[in-house]
């Protein structure tokens, strides 16, 4: 029997437990489109997004953790929420035709456990980073003054940023996956990647504000009359935190790929 014209049924990924909400946005891809319908969709998808990134997962910890540690001002949070945003739905896309071109040599589960130990080790490194920059920068204050340290620490900010922002948003749910290839099933791929992108901003909301509330209480808490010690042993400990949750990860996500 040869290939048909109709559109097929929406594809479901083998292990893949998907959340009673995550069932409900699957839903959206196959209901009868009007514009109304379309725009309700988009703020469903945004609110299933924010939720989802509430779920463990997606480097909130982290996030506040490498903020904290870094002197992070709000501009930080809001641009870690656009590249985690910006990544994940890159990775839905990427997995998605990757998915669909290997669909007879590999499955998304078999991609899932290299991606988190890559987003691992991103965090790790990330962590290493920061104690590297917290210790050079006590001995750039030491040895030029607080004005030559500020300007070092602007310099390496920002691969810090961008690998925080990538490792919480490299892995794609599995709901967004399969939201994609129910799309291109039913013929409605540009609908479908509308949905992902609205998904990720409302996950990357969530993220921007919890880096938003961690940037304000680090602001709040260096106004109090705290012993001085402790404040500046406060980006330090942020670090080792974050190095401790990438140690944490590596551990999680090595026996999958061994």
């Known amino acids: 029997m040869g290939p048909g014209d109709a559109p097929g049924a929406a594809p479901a990924l083998t292990g893949a437990a998907p959340s009673r909400a995550g069932g409900r946005f699957e839903s959206l891809v196959a209901h009868d489109l009007s514009a109304g319908f379309v725009l309700v969709s988009l703020v469903l998808a945004l609110f299933w997004g924010a939720a989802h990134a509430l779920g463990p997962g997606h480097g909130k910890a982290i996030v506040a953790g490498y903020l904290v ?3 992070g001002r709000p501009r930080d949070a809001v641009a870690l929420g656009a590249i985690v945003a910006v990544t994940h739905t890159a990775g839905v896309f990427v997995l998605g035709l990757v998915t669909l071109a290997l669909s007879a040599l590999i499955v998304p589960e078999q991609l899932y456990p290299w991606l988190n130990l890559v987003s691992a080790l991103l965090v790790l490194g990330v962590g290493l980073g920061i104690l590297r920059r917290r210790l050079r920068s006590r001995q750039h204050v030491h040895e030029h003054g607080h004005e030559h340290a500020h300007h ?13 922002g990538v490792s919480a948003g490299i892995v794609p749910c599995p709901t967004a996956l399969v939201v994609l290839l129910a799309a291109i099933s039913l013929h409605r791929l540009g609908y479908g ?9 409302g996950l990357a909301a969530t993220v921007t504000g919890i880096g938003l509330v961690a940037v304000t209480a680090k602001r709040a808490f260096s106004r109090l009359s705290l012993d001085g010690r402790l404040m500046g042993a406060l980006p330090a400990a942020s670090a080792v935190v974050v190095i401790a949750l990438g140690l944490a990860m590596t551990a999680r996500a090595l026996p999958g790929v061994i």
């Open 193 to 201: 990647l509308v949905l992902i992108v609205a998904f990720s901003f």
């Open 69 to 71: 540690g870094t002197r």
């Open 152 to 164: 070092h620490h602007d310099q390496e900010h920002r691969p810090g940023l961008l690998g925080i």
